[in-house]
């Protein structure tokens, strides 16, 4: 099996380093871009209490009756509650089974902004939807997000670094970029029952975007990553440290110079019967009305898609992973 090359990049050696240090820090990014596509975030400054708070609030919400859920219910790619049942993540390109669909119930928020184009504010803007029942939760959830934004920009900037372009260029092409917050849970064996072959929490899967931070916690149902030679690994954790993916909007940008990859999330276990995660998964984008025009060789990796505007990429495969 080739182990897949996940490193531990240290961000706050980024905002200290000379520029020669930088530079050899971008370079081991792009190493694992290339060969994995994810790497782990240390030093990134965020209190590991916010989590913990934004996870108990969030387990009181999911905690809630059904019925008091359903008014807070929405479909894949909206704000709100996504029930287990509604969404089946799959690869591009391979059809979602709508009878294996994710063993997980999700609550999602978004990032409160306008553009001014109403059609783009229409799809990606929407407004959030805040259970009355858990007052904490807006404010948590509000104050994570900014502070993970944050983060998201200084490896915006570190990828246009590794790739020999501009500081900003990425950067600059994300003034008006939505971001949403998808707080997975994911119940035990006991609530789930026994998965069916082939079912999993979420799906083997590449994401759709630009860049995906995560704040896992790990367990028998955990992270797996695919390797270059099509097995299996499990995803290296850190305590404290968060997992960066790049998406494939993003290796699609590079003309596949860095690599989109598979993941998935291991169904519950009958070896550990109470377990009951949660993940803070943070997907982040650019602005939506940008053509995506592959980057050419020597930068890019030479492979050339056609044009096509972040919006109407995202819509897509926003489409394709609802069963509901």
Not at 91 to 106: F, I, M, N, Q, V
Not at 203 to 223: C, E, F, K, S
């Amino acid at each position: 099996m080739i182990v897949p090359d996940i490193p531990l990049i240290d961000v706050a050696r980024w905002r200290t380093s000379t520029a020669a240090e930088r530079a050899a820090l971008a370079a081991r990014l792009d190493e694992a871009m290339q060969n994995s596509g994810f790497f782990l975030v240390a030093g990134h400054g965020i209190d590991y209490r916010l989590m913990a708070e934004l996870r108990s609030a969030a387990r009181s919400f999911f905690a809630l009756p059904q019925s008091a859920k359903l008014p807070y219910a929405t479909a894949v790619g909206g704000r709100g509650w996504l029930a287990t049942g509604v969404e089946a993540n799959s690869y591009y390109g391979e059809l979602p089974d709508a009878a294996k669909p994710d063993l997980k119930e999700t609550f999602t928020a978004g990032r409160e902004h306008h553009t001014g184009n109403p059609e783009l504010d229409a799809a990606w803007f929407a407004p959030n939807v805040w259970p009355a029942e858990v007052p904490a939760l807006r404010e948590l959830v509000l104050d994570y997000t900014a502070r993970v934004r944050a983060l998201f920009l200084e490896l915006l900037e570190m990828c246009a670094v590794a790739l020999g372009l501009e500081a900003d260029y990425f950067v600059s092409r994300a003034a008006d970029a939505p971001d949403s917050l998808n707080i997975n849970r994911y119940p035990p064996i006991g609530i789930t029952g026994p998965a069916a072959e082939g079912q999993y929490r979420v799906g083997p899967h590449t994401d759709w975007g630009t860049l995906t931070i995560l704040d896992r916690q790990v367990g028998y149902g955990g992270l797996q990553v695919q390797s270059l030679d099509g097995t299996w690994a499990d995803a290296p954790f850190v305590p404290g440290a968060l997992t960066v993916n790049i998406a494939d909007m993003l290796a699609r940008w590079t003309g596949d110079r860095w690599r989109s990859t598979r993941h998935r999330v291991l169904p519950p276990s009958d070896s550990a019967p109470d377990e009951d995660l949660i993940s803070l998964i943070a997907f982040f984008e650019i602005d939506m009305d940008l053509a995506i025009t592959p980057l050419a060789p020597p930068i890019g990796g030479g492979v050339d898609y056609p044009v096509v505007t972040a919006h109407e990429y995202m819509n897509e495969r926003v489409k394709a992973a609802s069963v509901a």
